[in-house]
Structures are given as C-alpha cells and as structure tokens.
C-alpha cells in the first residue's frame, strides 16, 4: 500500500522560508512522478512543482516565479519542497502526489496517490 506522509508546515511571517518534506513507503520511489499541490478555502488545487522519475525535471507553477525548489532524495525516499521568500498568497493545505507521470504535470487527476496535506500560513 502506498503511503505519503507531508511534513515540514507552519506559520511564518510574508518573507520567511519553510521545506515541506514528502516520505513515501510501499512503493519504489525512484519509479515515481512527484508533484506538489496547494489548495486554499474557496480555491482549486493547483500545481507547485513536480519531478520526473530520477530527478532529471522539474516544473514549477508560473507563481512561484524562483521561490520555491523541488528536490529529491532516493535514498530517503523522500520529496522536498523548499519555499522561500513566502507570501500571504502562498498560505494553503499542501499536497504531496506521486503518480506514473505523462501528460500535463500540474494536473491533479494525472496522479493517483495522495498524501493528507499540511498547512502552510504566511502572515503579512
């Protein structure tokens, strides 16, 4: 059984820096698309980033303009998203997702596992 468990959420002021960490278990994470997803009250989900199978691509959702890294390690089996210079706008639940990969990344029905979220709040 696949799991995802996120890691790493908060509360930090407009400026500050947070790394949301994503373990995955029950699967072979190097075989793995990886993406991360944020979802405010009232919004849609919405793609951050995501990571090929090995690392060798990233992509990023047009906000995060530098902000933000996704990285990977193997070993660890495990996903980070490091998040600086954060904004009120970023404040969300954030979604760790693992799927086959294909397709467009920032979409949530291309990804079949789910982690439960954890909450990032930016205050200004």
């Known amino acids: 059984q696949v799991q995802l468990v996120e890691s790493g959420g908060g509360s930090v002021q407009a400026g500050g820096s947070l790394r949301l960490s994503c373990a995955a278990s029950?699967?072979?994470?190097?075989?793995?698309?990886m993406g991360w997803f944020r979802q405010a009250p009232g919004k849609e989900r919405e793609g951050v980033a995501a990571?090929?199978?090995?690392?060798?691509?990233?992509y990023y959702g047009d906000f995060v303009k530098g902000r933000f890294t996704i990285s990977q390690d193997i070993a660890k089996n495990t996903v980070y998203l490091q998040m600086n210079n954060l904004k009120p706008d970023d404040t969300a639940m954030y979604y760790c997702?693992?799927?086959?990969?294909?397709?467009?990344?920032?979409?949530?029905?291309?990804?079949?596992?789910w982690g439960q979220g954890t909450q990032v709040t930016v205050s200004s």
């Open positions: 997702a693992a799927g086959s990969g294909g397709g467009v990344w920032g979409l949530p029905e291309k990804y079949k596992y």
């Open positions: 990571i090929s199978r090995g690392g060798y691509d990233t």
């Open positions: 029950g699967v072979m994470f190097s075989s793995l698309f």
